[in-house]
Each structure stands twice: as C-alpha cells, then as structure tokens.
C-alpha cells in the first residue's frame, strides 16, 4: 500500500528504513489513521520522519503521491444536518464487502455535485441519496466501497492542502549550516585519559572489592580520577578584508567553538592575512592589544591542537618578502612564510580551515598564495564535511 | 482506536491536533515517543497532560550529563554489601536487597499502566540512547547479579524530549514515534495564556502577545523568548497593573523576556529612544563582533 510514497520519499533524501514502513502499515491495519487523509498524513510523518529538517522533504512527497486528491465540493450546513439525525452504522458482512472497482473520483464527485443539487429532504438507509446507514457513496456510517463521507468524524482540514502549505520549509537542513552541526563536529575532538591532575572522586569498585578482600573484609574504598577531555584548542581567524564575505560563516564556527563546554583550555586569536611578529587578541587587529609570536608560542605548549581559519588570499609579497606586511608599522624582517612555518613546527596538530570551496582553489585570484600556505598546513575548506576531515586530522599527530 | 485509552489534552494544556495524534499512535503502537522542539514550548509539560489525562501514574526520569543507561534500570549497591559483610548486618547472602530499580525498572514493574518521561536525553553521553535500545524495545532487561529478568507486565508510555543538544543515533530514532512541537502561532498563543490565567483582560493579553511577536521576529536575536518567558511577562505585567495601551509602544520589563547583554542592547538599538543604556554600551564585547 501507498509504496509510490516509500519510494518518493527514498527519492526526496529521506532514508526511511523497512521497519518505520512496517510500522507505519501496523499502525493502519490497527485504524490509526481514522480512514482519513488528514489522519493519515500526521501518522505516516510521524513514524516515517524524525527530524524536523526532513518535513519538508516529506510534505513533497506526500504531494507528489496523493496530489489528485482534493476535498469533496462545497457541503452545506443543511445536508450535514440530515445526517445529524443518524441511523445505526450499517454493519456490513465481510463477503458483502466486494469491491467496486470501477469507479472514478470524477464521477463521484459529479454525482454528489447533481445529489447535492436534487436532494431537498433529509433521507437514512437507502441507496441512492445522501444519508447515513445506507449503501448510497454519499454519508456517513453506511457502507459503499467508493464512497465520500460527509460528516461524521469530521475531516477539518484536507492533507493534500495542509502538505502543500510546506510550512516546515525553513528547517532544510541542506540549504545554510548551522552552529549545531559545527558543535557536534567540534564535539568529535576528544581524548579522554585518566590525566594525573584533578581529584580522585570517583569509586573503583572493582578495586575496591579487591582491597577490602585483601583486608578479610575490612572496608577499604578506593578512589579513581575521573576520565576527562584533555584537548586545547587554539583557533587562530583571519579578520582582513578579503574574509568578509565569509564573515557569517566563520561566526557560527566562532559560535560553535565558544559553546564547546568540553575542551579543557580554548582560545581565541586573529590575524591580518598572514602571521608576522605579533598575534592579535581582538578581530580589530590593533597593535596595542597584541602579544608577540615568540611569547604567544612560549605560552601554548606544543600539545595545544591549531586551527588556522582564513582564505589564505593575498599578494604574493606578503607571504614571501622580507617588510612584505600589509599593515604599514609592521616591521617583519622575515617573511610570513617564515613565521607560519615556525607555528606549523611548533603544534604538533594544525590544520587550516578556508571559508572558500575547494573546488575553486586553484581559479580564484590568492590561488598562488593558497597553494603555498596549503604546503605548510593541511588546508580544509570550511564546511561540515572538510571540518569533520580537519577533526579527524587533528586527532593524530602529522 | 479505544476511547477510554486515547488521549486528548487536557485543560491545563493546549495540544494540536498532531501532537495528539502522535501520542496516541505511540500509545497504540506501544513505541517510545520522542518530542523535540524549542525551549519553552511545552515538551515535559506534555507527559504531565497525558498522565493527567489518561488518569496514569507518571515516573520522570531526568537526564544529566553524567547519567549512564544502567542508571535507569538498576543500581548494585556493592560498597553498602561490603559495609554490611563487615559490621554482620542485614542479609549479605540476599544479593536482591541490594538491587535498586531504577526509573526504567519501576515503570516495568509497575502493576498498571504508567507515563514514563525520559527528560532531555541529549543531555547524556552520545551512546546513551544506544544502550538503552534493546531495553525499549522489548522492555525487559536482565540483571546477571541475581539472574532475574525484569519484563514489563505493562508496556509504559515512553515519551522522551530532547533540546537536539546532540543529535540522536538512527537505530534509536527508527524505532521512535517522532513530533516536533512548532513554535505557537498567536493564536494558540492566546489560547495558552487563557489557560493558564483565565482572568486577564484581553487587551492586556493581545497587546502582550503583539510585542511578544514583535520582539521575538527581531533579527540577529541570540535566544529568542519562549513561551515560559512570555507567561512571566504577562504574569509580571499583570501584577505591575500596567496599562495595556503601552505595552506595545514601550515594551515594559524587557529583562523578563530578554536574558542576554547583547539582546537587550540590539532591542535598544532597534527600539530607539533610549538607548543611551551606559552599562550595555560602555562594555564592547568582543564576541559581539563576530556574532553580528
């Protein structure tokens, strides 16, 4: 039943496994669903979706599979109160139960069109007008094996037309990253050890019952260190001009990074396209709130991991030349290449995030500076998929 | 579907007709049923609505960062056994005295039907749902200390909610009735507050409601108010007496929706007038740069 929509949801991205579809024709051979669309539509999205993101995909579709369904014409107050006054539900044998299959929704609906039109009274059990009880497709609590029901438990609003509303349209999840996803990305960069600080609070049992054995039962607790997240991070952003349409970007990673409660030390410095003599402490990149390289890298022992995030875009000078910094009191004898260098040797783990896609390193215009950074540092580009890269990169050492 | 079974809201809460769909398909299906949604619009409120409403015992089980899937099910008190082995008390032969069901395990022994709330799974370490599928599933577990299995005599209602802190493994979603409460449209909003205090003026109410909107559709907001604030507003605003005709216009007692530095300071921004705040203006967040 309804595969057309397992399969067009398959289509539409949304993994839906054998087990929610069966689930799913559990649920409607128990009359779950109430015999009606609407019912339907929020019990099949209920079992077959589980995330917010994927209602979208799925409101397609259930378009797609059940889009010539629309809602019966126009029914008047005055033919739902015929059907107030309603007989018995017909209880139907199920030998009796034989399906009619030729009929058409066209048809149907025409006919209840021309019922519609005719029918001036209220009429219970026969066949042909609208009533209840009777055989007639027009009703309620009576039996026709293609009918239209009318009243009854009501169908308040139709599902073609609730899923065409796509009111979950903003949660695709393909269409922007979100913090989240860095967070849950940044939340793979652990490594848990039993560190040789910190307090012994936690109780090791099996040692415990190993210590008051050896005392012939004297209670003897033994205490262990917790496990903890023993990784610092530094992350060090590229805050010049070229990056401002990456801006959005590197805050939500920004974002992501600062709502990471787990690493044990993380801090944050920026830089002006290239590592010279000072690092800065503000994205303003002024020199009074600046620390020197040589004290920056006395600070931060080699086991700190580094993300460098920038484009890695800029004249060829800046990265070669001796006095090559762009800002002009800056007074760099050796040449940023220099400089990244001697970060690159000092971190055992670093990597560099680009905010521009990779496919477009080798076109854009710092494609040569790109290429000459990307040879000091493994260079990622900044999207879920190359941070995961990145992480996994970081875990090991180079 | 069984009438006297089914739920169907209760007055201290508004539920769509989705949600309660959902319940009840979890209900039948006897599957857990994971609600997530934002802060505020009502998750936990929900497995008290249907406890409330199907007359059932509730059990909660919150979730903590340290909180392990054996937790739920039972605890070994070893060290009170080695206790009591030292000093002669109690029976230490009995191993059974010393099993502590937990939430899990007293929804399973439970002589009638029970709620069970697993609150904020997310909370937990990233296998958490994981350990717990075979248990959920086919509720029942087995404690190799004594060699008793525990089975359900009846399958609880398992509603679980989670802020997607972090995100849930596929295995455990595919066995999981899944709704995702939408944020409530002004309408329904109205609807709520009537329930929880029928006695406000309307245009006391309306207005509120209004800014509310107003407030929370402000780009670049870094938490949006929710439901649960917007209620204390009201609350706050109805106890203050003020006057409905300048709600809307001046927004009085923005602390109680507002709760961060730079929230506030763009609301000033945005609102004008006053915002010559010296406390927000005079501390130049650095974090404000990049999170424009």
């Known amino acids: 039943m309804f595969t057309s929509l397992f399969y067009g949801l398959r289509r539409e991205g949304v993994n839906v496994a054998l087990t929610e579809w069966l689930t799913l024709m559990e649920a409607l051979q128990r009359g779950l669903a109430n015999s009606s669309l609407i019912n339907f539509y929020y019990l099949a999205r209920s079992v077959l979706i589980k995330s917010e993101t994927q209602y979208d995909a799925f409101d397609r579709?259930?378009?797609?599979?059940?889009?010539?369904?629309?809602?019966?014409?126009?029914?008047?107050?005055?033919?739902?109160?015929?059907?107030?006054?309603?007989?018995?539900?017909?209880?139907?044998?199920?030998?009796?139960?034989?399906?009619?299959?030729?009929?058409?929704?066209?048809?149907?609906?025409?006919?209840?069109?021309?019922r519609l039109k005719e029918q001036t009274e209220q009429h219970h059990g026969g066949g042909k007008w609208i009533g209840t009880g009777g055989t007639s497709p027009f009703g309620h609590s009576g039996y026709n094996p293609a009918g239209v029901r009318i009243g009854g438990q009501s169908v308040n609003r139709s599902a073609v037309k609730v899923a065409a509303e796509r009111a979950y349209r903003d949660f695709r999840s393909d269409e922007t990253l979100t913090t989240r996803q860095f967070e849950l990305a940044l939340r793979k960069l652990r490594l848990l050890s039993t560190a040789v600080e910190g307090e012994r609070n936690v109780l090791d049992l099996d040692a415990t019952v190993d210590a008051t054995g050896r005392k012939a039962g004297m209670l003897e607790l033994v205490w262990a260190r917790e496990r903890k997240n023993r990784i610092k991070l530094l992350i060090l952003m590229d805050s010049g001009g070229s990056m401002n349409p990456y801006q959005r970007l590197c805050s939500q990673l920004f974002n992501a990074a600062n709502k990471s409660t787990h690493f044990r030390d993380l801090q944050f410095y920026y830089y002006h396209n290239c590592i010279y003599e000072v690092i800065f402490n503000d994205p303003f990149c002024m020199k009074r709130n600046s620390v020197s390289t040589y004290d920056f890298l006395r600070q931060y022992d080699s086991d700190y991991r580094l993300i460098m995030v920038g484009d890695a875009s800029m004249g060829a000078g800046e990265l070669l030349m001796p006095y090559g910094a762009l800002d002009w009191w800056a007074e760099n004898e050796e040449p940023g290449q220099v400089w990244m260098q001697r970060l690159a040797s000092h971190f055992e783990h670093c990597v560099w995030l680009n905010p521009i896609p990779k496919q477009y390193w080798g076109r854009v215009e710092g494609r040569?500076?790109?290429?000459?950074?990307?040879?000091?540092?493994?260079m990622f580009e900044l999207t879920l998929d190359g941070l995961n890269a990145a992480i996994k990169k970081l875990r090991v050492k180079r | 579907m069984n009438n006297n079974t089914a739920y169907q809201g209760s007055d201290k809460y508004i539920a769509s007709q989705e949600l309660i769909s959902?319940?009840?398909?979890?209900?039948?299906?006897?599957?857990?049923?994971?609600?997530?949604?934002?802060?505020?619009?009502g998750k936990t409120m929900l497995a008290l609505s249907v406890a409330d409403n199907l007359n059932m015992q509730l059990l909660i089980w919150n979730i903590k960062s340290t909180t392990k899937a054996q937790d739920g099910l039972y605890v070994y008190d070893t060290v009170q056994r080695l206790y009591d082995s030292q000093f002669g008390e109690g029976d230490v032969r009995d191993i059974k005295q010393y099993i502590k069901l937990g939430k899990l395990g007293e929804a399973f022994i439970s002589d009638e039907r029970v709620v069970l709330l697993i609150d904020e799974i997310d909370k937990a370490d990233i296998e958490f749902p994981n350990d717990l599928l075979w248990e959920l599933d086919q509720m029942s577990f087995y404690i190799p200390e004594t060699g008793e299995t525990i089975t359900a005599r009846h399958r609880p209602i398992v509603a679980i909610t989670s802020n997607a802190e972090k995100e849930l493994p596929d295995a455990f979603l595919r066995r999981c009735i899944f709704h995702y409460i939408a944020f409530p449209d002004e309408e329904m909003m109205r609807q709520i507050i009537n329930v929880h205090y029928p006695n406000l003026q309307k245009e006391l109410v309306r207005a509120a409601v209004n800014a509310f909107y107003s407030i929370r559709n402000l780009p670049g907001l870094q938490k949006k108010p929710s439901t649960s604030e917007l209620l204390d507003w009201v609350q706050a605003l109805a106890v203050g007496g003020i006057d409905p005709r300048i709600i809307e216009k001046e927004i009085p007692l923005p602390g109680v929706l507002l709760k961060k530095d730079n929230d506030m300071a763009l609301w000033q921004r945005k609102h004008g007038g006053e915002a010559g705040d010296a406390r927000t203006a005079g501390k130049k967040n650095i974090t404000s740069y990049w999170r424009s």
Request: with cysteine; charged share 25%.
């Open chain 2, 22 to 41: 959902a319940v009840n398909v979890a209900a039948a299906l006897n599957r857990p049923l994971l609600i997530k949604g934002e802060p505020g619009t």
């Open chain 1, 368 to 378: 040569y500076t790109i290429g000459l950074v990307s040879e000091i540092f493994p």
């Open chain 1, 61 to 114: 579709a259930f378009l797609q599979c059940f889009e010539g369904i629309e809602t019966p014409p126009e029914i008047t107050a005055e033919v739902l109160k015929w059907l107030e006054n309603a007989l018995p539900p017909r209880l139907v044998d199920q030998a009796d139960k034989k399906p009619n299959l030729d009929w058409s929704l066209e048809e149907l609906k025409r006919k209840l069109a021309e």
